[in-house]
């Protein structure tokens, strides 16, 4: 009953270091998204992709690409870390774009040096 | 853009009494969806209740209940019965914000006094 898997779940980087954070699900949802958590700023969305082969921007993609890989897996990548990309990543997952209900992932601790 | 304003950062309340945490919202969809999301300290967001717009009925799970107020926009989560292990972040969230997903508040931190 494993859900929404990311992975890893902590990491530090140096500024300018790139990383990718993967994400799978195994509810075969069709939507999927990536969030950012900020102290004081709740989640924001960085991207989504709302069915296999399709991705859209969010409130905050300046700085990261994705990649839906297949109906279960998306990726978030960082090309050149920044300090102020220190956060907190969840993926989440969607039946489909009509049913919001989401579930997350456990969220991966980033830290940017 | 969506908004979603938690006017509480942090609320306080003895084991065993009601709280009720506060949540308002602006959306030009009329029909959309709200949520509360607890995260403890473990960091998981864990879905509390689900309330769709286009019903008056107020939604419950077992202590949760919501007060949902269409017109004025407002739609807050009421705990009864407090227990320690209630004590989180909880998040408000909305649809219809335009984009997929969800638009999210900053959240309340809920204090259990024991």
């Known amino acids: 009953n494993a859900g929404v898997t990311q992975t890893p779940k902590f990491q530090v980087l140096k500024t300018g270091q790139s990383m990718t954070l993967q994400c799978a699900q195994d509810?075969?949802?069709?939507?999927m998204y990536w969030y950012r958590q900020d102290p004081g700023m709740g989640l924001r969305l960085i991207y989504y992709?709302?069915?296999?082969?399709?991705?859209d921007k969010g409130e905050v993609p300046n700085g990261y690409n994705v990649s839906r890989l297949n109906k279960r897996e998306f990726s978030l990548r960082l090309e050149s870390a920044a300090p102020s990309q220190t956060s907190v990543y969840f993926c989440?997952?969607?039946?489909?774009?009509?049913?919001?209900?989401?579930?997350f992932g456990s969220g991966t601790q980033l830290s940017v040096l | 853009a969506q908004t979603v304003t938690q006017s509480q950062p942090e609320m306080s309340v003895q084991e065993a009494e009601t709280v009720t945490l506060s949540c308002t919202y602006d959306?030009?969809?009329?029909?959309?969806?709200l949520f509360w999301y607890k995260q403890p300290p473990s960091r998981q967001m864990i879905l509390v209740i689900r309330?769709?717009?286009?019903?008056?009925q107020n939604a419950t799970e077992n202590r949760f209940s919501v007060n949902f107020q269409k017109a004025a926009k407002s739609f807050s989560l009421k705990i009864s019965d407090s227990q320690l292990g209630d004590a989180a972040m909880y998040f408000c969230?909305?649809?219809?914000?335009?984009?997929?997903?969800?638009?999210f508040g900053k959240g309340t931190h809920l204090i259990i006094q024991p």
């Open positions: 989440a997952s969607s039946l489909d774009r009509r049913d919001e209900k989401l579930f």
């Open positions: 509810m075969n949802h069709n939507s």
């Open positions: 992709s709302a069915s296999e082969g399709t991705t």
């Open positions: 959306t030009s969809e009329s029909d959309y969806y």
């Open positions: 309330q769709e717009a286009y019903k008056q």
């Open positions: 969230a909305s649809t219809g914000g335009g984009a997929d997903g969800l638009t």
